[in-house]
């Protein structure tokens, strides 16, 4: 079974940091590709950051040179760091990993709240 476990959201004043961590379990990190989402209020979810299993990192323009994905092989997890947030990255951040490609499935966490006062 396939669990993926978010945590480290909370408020924040813009212009703060934050980091997000996603523990997986029943499925590695390395293998899948991992991603990080995000859904604010009234919107639909959006892709924030993708890293491959070739290590290749992928991210939203909104977010580019403020977020970093990374993940840790030896503890199965992977982290966004959040810089220099702004209002508009307030939403539930959700940790994703894909196995499809690989005969897997695709799964989803159950998110962590992310909000930017302005």
């Known amino acids: 079974q396939v669990q993926l476990v978010e945590s480290g959201g909370d408020l924040v004043q813009a212009g703060g940091s934050l980091r997000l961590s996603c523990a997986a379990s029943?499925?590695?990190?390395?293998?899948?590709?991992m991603g990080w989402y995000r859904q604010a209020p009234g919107k639909q979810r959006e892709l924030v950051a993708l890293i491959t299993r070739g290590g290749t990192t992928t991210y939203a323009d909104s977010v580019k040179g403020r977020f970093t994905i990374s993940r840790d092989n030896a503890k199965n997890t992977v982290t966004l760091q959040m810089n220099s947030l702004k209002a508009d990255d307030t939403a539930v951040y959700y940790c994703?990993?894909?196995?499809?490609?690989w005969g897997r499935g695709n799964y989803w966490g159950q998110g962590t709240q992310v909000t930017v006062s302005s």
């Open positions: 029943g499925i590695s990190v390395s293998f899948a590709t």
């Open positions: 994703n990993a894909d196995g499809r490609t």
